[in-house]
C-alpha cells in the first residue's frame, strides 16, 4: 500500500511539472508603418532570463508558421517555436508588412529589404520593453536571413544572428545558377539571363511578350523589390557586423547551398557555421531526390529535423550570446 502511494504521489507529482512546463503563447503586436504588425510569442512558462527570438520569414506570401498558399504547408517556423521553448527560448514569429494579419501595416508590393529591416527593429524594441530581455535575437530564415543582417548594420536592440538557410551571394548569382542547373531550362535560358542582367543592373524588365513561364519570376509588380534585393551581398553584411552570427544550413536544401553557407561563415573569424545532414529548406529530414523533398514541404505531420532548435538554443544560450 505504501508503494501504491508514493507510485501515485510521484505520478500527480510528475503531472503538476509537465503542466507548469507547457509554453505560453501570447499574440503580440507593434507599431508598423501605417498599422500595426502581427505575431506570435510561444514562451516557457518561466521565461525569466529566457533569450528572445524573433523569427523573420523567408520570400513571398510566407505566414508566421512558414505556411504559404502557394502550396507550403509544413509550418517549419511553428515547429521551430514549439521546439525553442522546450529548449527554454522564447520566440516571435511574424506576419510580413502588408500579409496574413499584418496586412494592414503596409502595401506588399511595395516594400524594401531595408523597410523588413526596420520592422525587426520594430520588433525588437518592442520585445525589449515586454519582456526585459536586454536584447533580441534575429533568426532569418531564406530571404529573412538578408532581412536580418541588414536590420544588423544597426545593431541597436539586437543581440546577433542566426542565419537559417540564407542565401551567401546575392540574389543575381543565385537564379543564374540555378536556372543553368536545370536542363529543362535549356529554351528559356537566354531570355531569364537577359532579363536578370537588367534587373541586376537596377533596370525593369518588359514582360510583354515574355514567355509565360518566365512570368512568374519577372512580375512587374515585384520588380522594384527584386532590383533592391539584388543591391546586396549578404557575406558583405556579416562582415561588417561585429556580433555573434551562427549560420545554419542543410545539407539536402535545394534551394540554398552550403557553398552559400560557407560563404557567410567565410565572410569573417568568429562566426559559426552548423551543418545539419540530411535537413531541407522546411528544416525538415529529406532526401536530396528533387520529388520527395518537395513532397516535404506540404506535409506538416512531418517533425522538424533534430538538431535544428538545439543549434539555436545552445549558441543564443552561449556566453559568445553577449551582447557586443
Known amino acids: 500500500m505504501k508503494l501504491t502511494t508514493l507510485v501515485i504521489a510521484g505520478l500527480l507529482l510528475a503531472a503538476a511539472a509537465s503542466a507548469r512546463a507547457a509554453p505560453v503563447e501570447t499574440y503580440v503586436q507593434t507599431q508598423g508603418p501605417s498599422g500595426f504588425l502581427k505575431g506570435t510569442m510561444l514562451a516557457p512558462a518561466d521565461a525569466s532570463g529566457a533569450p528572445v527570438v524573433l523569427i523573420i520569414p523567408g520570400s513571398g506570401p510566407t505566414d508566421r508558421d512558414g505556411n504559404s498558399p502557394l502550396g507550403v504547408k509544413a509550418a517549419p517556423y511553428r515547429l521551430l517555436a514549439e521546439a525553442l521553448a522546450g529548449q527554454g527560448v522564447a520566440s516571435v514569429r511574424i506576419d510580413k508588412r502588408g500579409m496574413f494579419a499584418s496586412a494592414g501595416a503596409g502595401d506588399p508590393n511595395h516594400v524594401t529589404i531595408a523597410a523588413y529591416a526596420a520592422d525587426a527593429h520594430a520588433w525588437a524594441a518592442s520585445l525589449r520593453h515586454d519582456t526585459g530581455a536586454p536584447c533580441v535575437w534575429l533568426l532569418g530564415h531564406s530571404e529573412g536571413g538578408l532581412v536580418a543582417l541588414v536590420a544588423a548594420q544597426t545593431p541597436q536592440d539586437i543581440c546577433g544572428l542566426v542565419l537559417v538557410a540564407a542565401a551567401g551571394r546575392p540574389l543575381a548569382d543565385i537564379l543564374r545558377e540555378q536556372l543553368r542547373a536545370n536542363p529543362a531550362n535549356a529554351p528559356l535560358l537566354g531570355e531569364a539571363l537577359a532579363a536578370i542582367d537588367k534587373l541586376a543592373a537596377g533596370q525593369h524588365v518588359d514582360t510583354t511578350g515574355m514567355n509565360p513561364a518566365l512570368l512568374p519570376l519577372f512580375y512587374p509588380a515585384v520588380q522594384d523589390f527584386v532590383i533592391d534585393e539584388m543591391s546586396y551581398d549578404p557575406a558583405k553584411l556579416a562582415a561588417a557586423y561585429p556580433g555573434p552570427i551562427l549560420v545554419l544550413q542543410g545539407t539536402t536544401d535545394l534551394q540554398v547551398s552550403l557553398a552559400d553557407a560557407q560563404r557567410l561563415a567565410a565572410a569573417r573569424p568568429g562566426i559559426r557555421l552548423v551543418e545539419l545532414p540530411g535537413v531541407n ?11 520527395a523533398n518537395a513532397a516535404t514541404y506540404a506535409d506538416p505531420s512531418l ?20 551582447p557586443q
Open 303 to 322: 517533425p522538424l529535423a533534430p538538431g535544428v532548435a538545439e543549434a539555436i538554443a545552445t549558441f543564443v544560450k552561449s556566453p559568445a550570446g553577449a
Open 281 to 291: 529548406h522546411m528544416l525538415k529530414v529529406a532526401p536530396a531526390a528533387p520529388g
